[in-house]
Nanobody, 123 residues
């Protein structure tokens, strides 16, 4: 069992930056691939970024590539998402998730989810 808690969301103007954090407890964090997903009102949950258990491999959605950076600290048991050049269309609830295998963009492959943190980007 892994418990995940996101933080760092908030209200920011377009062009601004935010850094989300996801703190993990329970089973050994370092064995899990991790992902960030987001869900806007009336829309399905969508993939944002994923990182391998070691941090050596990452993969991004085209919509955030070049603007967002996923990283992890396996000593601090924490996952991060640095979001730069934010756009109003980035407004959503952001979720972190843990998966016991390889990196994947498929939400159903993830075993554990946090409760989400709201990100609102004003124009």
């Amino acid at each position: 069992q892994v418990q995940l808690v996101e933080s760092g969301g908030g209200l920011v103007q377009a062009g601004g930056s935010l850094r989300l954090s996801c703190s993990a407890s329970g089973r050994r964090f370092s064995i899990y691939a991790m992902g960030w997903f987001r869900q806007a009102p009336g829309k399905e949950r969508e993939f944002v970024a994923t990182i391998s258990s070691s941090g050596g491999s990452t993969y991004y959605a085209d919509s955030v590539k070049g603007r967002f950076t996923i990283s992890r600290d396996n000593v601090k048991n924490t996952l991060y998402l640095q979001m730069n050049s934010l756009k109003p269309e980035d407004t959503a609830v952001y979720y972190c998730a843990a998966e016991g295998g390889a990196i994947t963009a498929t939400p159903s492959r993830y075993d554990y989810w946090g409760q989400g943190t709201q990100v609102t980007v004003s124009s």
